[in-house]
């Protein structure tokens, strides 16, 4: 029988689809938008003007599926493209008032979600696994 360290890359992709899942049904009760949405907008946010490539690096995704994704959130109203100050042919991304409502209203359900996984993880470990995936996450990093 493999043991739990075996099998750790699908014990992850389970937890990871488990917890998303959750995660966008709350996010759309709480905003109308989406996990995917929301890291989006976080990433704007956090870095006004950020072009397409930058998002797509920031999230990990393709160029042609963060084409979609920013056309979806301007459709809705929580970003806008201008033409970038410095890049002729690329455009730069910003919150817009609706994008930043929308990180405000569902800024609660997000602390419970965490005061869920903190709780059902102990603090200790809620921590240690924080920062375990951060390393994981950057660019060069994990296996």
């Not at 690329?90 to 997000?110: D, K, Q, R, Y």
């Amino acid at each position: 029988m493999a043991s739990p360290d075996d099998r750790l890359y699908f014990l992850l992709q389970r937890a990871a689809h488990r917890l998303r899942a959750r995660a966008d049904r709350l996010c759309k009760d709480a905003a109308g938008i989406s996990t995917a949405q929301l890291g989006a907008l976080f990433a704007v946010r956090d870095e006004p003007g950020i072009t397409q490539q930058g998002l797509a690096g920031v999230l990990g995704l393709g160029e042609s599926a963060v084409t979609a994704l920013v056309a979806r959130l301007e459709a809705a109203g929580l970003v806008d493209r201008r033409p970038h100050p410095a890049e002729h042919r690329a455009v730069a991304l910003h919150l817009t008032g609706g994008g930043a409502a929308a990180l405000e209203a569902v800024g609660p359900t997000i602390e419970a979600f965490n005061a869920e996984l903190r709780a059902l993880l102990g603090d200790e470990d809620f921590l240690r696994a924080s920062a375990a995936l951060a390393l994981l996450a950057e660019p060069g990093h994990g296996a």
